[in-house]
């Protein structure tokens, strides 16, 4: 009888100590997650910028070719991706758009939505 009272006693300590173990990891894993959700936000406003930085550069070098307008022309860069949208006036200026846009650095794809709309239309 004295052997089973001490197994259960020691069962209860076993479960105790397993409950307090479990609780400790997940207030560590608590603590942890703030820092984890700071550095992921330093790391997304960190990529905007990066985004932002880069579709600057596609623009100023967009601006700079000759023979192409660029006063319908939009840019979006995500992660090296970019993307041309709106109107230019003619196929020419589609191609001459999209070779500006590979020739800068940090550029690893670029898509082309732009549409051809003759001036005055």
């Given amino acids: 009888m004295k052997a089973s009272t001490a197994m259960k006693m020691v069962g209860g300590a076993l479960i105790v ?3 307090l173990n479990a609780s400790a990891q997940s207030s560590d894993a608590a ?6 959700a700071a550095s992921s936000a330093a790391t997304g406003k960190q990529a905007k ?4 930085a880069l579709g600057r550069k596609v623009r100023s070098a967009l601006a700079k070719t000759k023979g192409l307008s660029v006063a319908n022309i939009n840019v979006r860069a995500r ?3 970019v993307t041309l949208a709106g109107t ?9 758009a999209t070779q500006a846009a590979q ?5 690893t794809s670029v898509k082309n939505a732009l549409t051809v709309r003759p001036v005055g239309q």
């Fill in 49 to 52: 910028a990066a985004n932002r």
């Fill in 79 to 81: 992660g090296g991706a």
């Fill in 17 to 19: 100590l397993a409950s």
């Fill in 88 to 96: 230019v006036p003619d196929q020419s200026q589609v191609d001459i």
């Fill in 103 to 107: 020739g800068v650095a940090g550029v």
């Fill in 31 to 36: 603590a942890s997650a703030p820092a984890t």
